[in-house]
């Protein structure tokens, strides 16, 4: 009872009044000079946002966003913890935040019983949300299998913790009631579900442990990226695991914004019909120039490719190259 006192209290102070007051009129300001995104056969239900702005709207929508950039902030932090394992960049998610303000202030209806505050939280949120699942849509992980990685990890860590070790492949089998080759197999999908960093991720064929095994063995050291042929996040190989089926015949330059160079990049690096992916070394001397060069025009196209549009883009050449 005292809680709803003291909200309805808020409300009627002076100073949310005269917020409200001024959101509104922003608001007002920015509905005026919007103009809605035309359907296209592209595009056949545009975004709000997708819409257009006259000066004087720019003018309040900025505003706006100055008034609210410490929530859109806030918020952008909020989702980055709450999915921690997602690779998109905060500064990313913090546009998707002014993407949520032009929404709210766009729909917000003065008439209703709430605030624009409250507003431009739903629809921040839901801009965040949408960007994340969008990012890191192109890998599906069925329920039960993220089962499987939540108890692999903890199988991980308390034997970390007890034995001040990392446990063996074998361990980790004999813990969670698994067979080795299930225990591969949850590795391999737990490594597309996190960015790893470095391909020294990985375990022997007949289950010594890397770390804390001196002993020589039979078994062969194999990465959790079947194929990785230098460090690379894992967050790359995904993405080129969903191009390799249209990267040789379809993409074609000008598409997805890909130059000829950046397509030749990405061929020889993940898709070189000879002896496999070549080194940045094997690229650069391929092509004239340095392996720095390689380096750095090979994160771009990766880059782009990783964009949300053209990821819905990609998914779309992949669906119609059959």
């Not at 000829?260 to 990049?265: D, L």
């Not at 070549?278 to 004239?288: D, I, S």
Request: hydrophobic share 35%; aromatic share 6%.
């Amino acid at each position: 009872m005292n809680e709803t006192l003291s909200i309805k209290e808020k409300m009627s102070s002076e100073e949310y009044q005269e917020r409200l007051a001024r959101d509104s009129a922003l608001c007002t300001r920015v509905q005026a000079g919007y103009t809605p995104a035309e359907s296209t056969k592209e595009t056949p239900r545009p975004r709000i946002v997708d819409g257009t702005l006259d000066d004087d709207a720019k003018d309040a929508l900025g505003e706006l966003f100055v008034h609210y950039e410490n929530l859109t902030a806030k918020l952008a932090h909020k989702h980055n913890s709450a999915h921690n394992r997602t690779s998109a960049d905060l500064n990313d998610l913090k546009q998707q935040g002014f993407f949520g303000i032009y929404h709210a202030a766009v729909t917000f209806n003065p008439g209703l019983d709430t605030s624009f505050t409250t507003h431009a939280r739903i629809t921040i949120s839901s801009h965040l949300t949408k960007f994340i699942n969008e990012h890191e849509s192109l890998i599906r992980i069925p329920a039960d299998v993220r089962g499987d990685i939540r108890r692999y990890g903890r199988t991980i860590w308390s034997t970390y913790q007890s034995q001040e070790r990392m446990p063996s492949r074998t361990q980790i089998a004999d813990l969670t009631g698994k067979t080795p080759a299930e225990v591969d197999r949850i590795a391999i999908a737990e490594a597309f579900t996190t960015q790893m960093g470095s391909i020294d991720e990985g375990y022997y064929t007949d289950g010594r442990d890397r770390k804390t095994t001196l002993e020589a063995g039979d078994g062969k050291w194999r990465s959790v990226v079947p194929g990785a042929s230098e460090m690379r996040s894992v967050e790359d190989d995904i993405m080129v695991k969903a191009i390799v089926d249209i990267v040789q015949n379809s993409l074609q330059p000008g598409e997805m914004g890909l130059s000829e160079r950046e397509i030749e990049i990405v061929k020889l690096r993940f898709f070189d019909e000879g002896e496999g992916a070549l080194t940045l070394e094997e690229v650069g001397r391929n092509l004239g120039i340095t392996r720095e060069a390689v380096r750095i025009l090979e994160a771009k196209t990766l880059a782009k490719l990783r964009n949300p549009r053209r990821a819905n883009n990609l998914r779309h050449l992949m669906t119609n190259s059959d």
